[in-house]
């Protein structure tokens, strides 16, 4: 079942991760390695959200030390930190090129700028089907009547994010949205795949605002 396919697990992938430590420079530049500098205000959104990226992970390493790296690339740490990192208008311009900084940085890895954007969005209207007839079985049929549109958001090869938009608006953080994104991340836990891994559900306005995050 396509669900099955994309559904993300730690627990199915994480004892092989740690071979990415060694791998981190997938998809980057092969030029000259330099430390990260302020990003100029025309480079591409990869570069400055890359720069960003890679000074936290540096930050990070100077004060977790080597140990950090497994937290932040094989448990996720990078990712989940995407979703707060500052500055917004750098880091959501490719927030795969910030994970891919900040996994860089922290594992000690030299500065390789990614050759291409590495953020994807995949609209899914399967998952949201799927999603849908679970709900209707198990008693949370009227809050997956609210959701409207699944996203997978690509962050790199394996890492994503599901962004699922509802019928929201910035005003309802409460129950309602809340209730939501528990069915969601309930339905989603059911079942651990072995193509990607997916981190966070991103619950979205239909104007795109985040509502409430869970963890996947």
């Known amino acids: ?31 000259a390695r330099r430390p990260a500098s302020a990003a100029r205000p025309t480079a591409p959104a990869r570069v400055a959200a890359y720069d960003a990226g890679w000074r936290t992970g540096r930050e990070i390493l100077d004060s977790g030390g080597k140990g950090a790296a497994v937290r932040e690339v094989v ?44 953020t994807r969005r995949e609209p899914d209207p399967g998952l949201l089907a799927d999603f849908r007839s679970w709900a209707a079985r198990h008693g949370a049929k009227d809050s997956a009547s609210r959701a409207t549109r699944v996203v997978l958001v690509h962050l790199g090869d394996r890492d ?31 079942d651990d795949g072995e193509t990607g891994v997916a981190w966070n559900l991103l619950l979205l306005t239909p104007g795109g605002e985040r509502l409430v995050t869970r963890d996947l």
């Open 75 to 118: 448990w996720g740490g990078c990712v989940r930190r995407s979703l707060t990192a500052r500055p917004r208008e750098v880091v959501d311009r490719d927030r795969g090129a910030w994970v891919l900084g900040c996994r860089h940085g922290v594992a000690g890895a030299g500065h390789r700028r990614p050759a291409r954007p590495l």
């Open 160 to 190: 994503y994010d599901v962004e699922l938009t509802g019928a929201y608006d910035a005003g309802d953080r409460a129950a309602g949205a809340a209730d939501l994104a528990d069915a969601f991340a309930e339905w989603w836990d059911g």
């Open 1 to 31: 079942m396509r669900v099955t396919e994309w559904r993300g697990g730690r627990r199915a992938w994480a004892p092989a991760a740690l071979g990415l430590l060694a791998l981190l420079t997938v998809s980057c530049d092969t030029g």
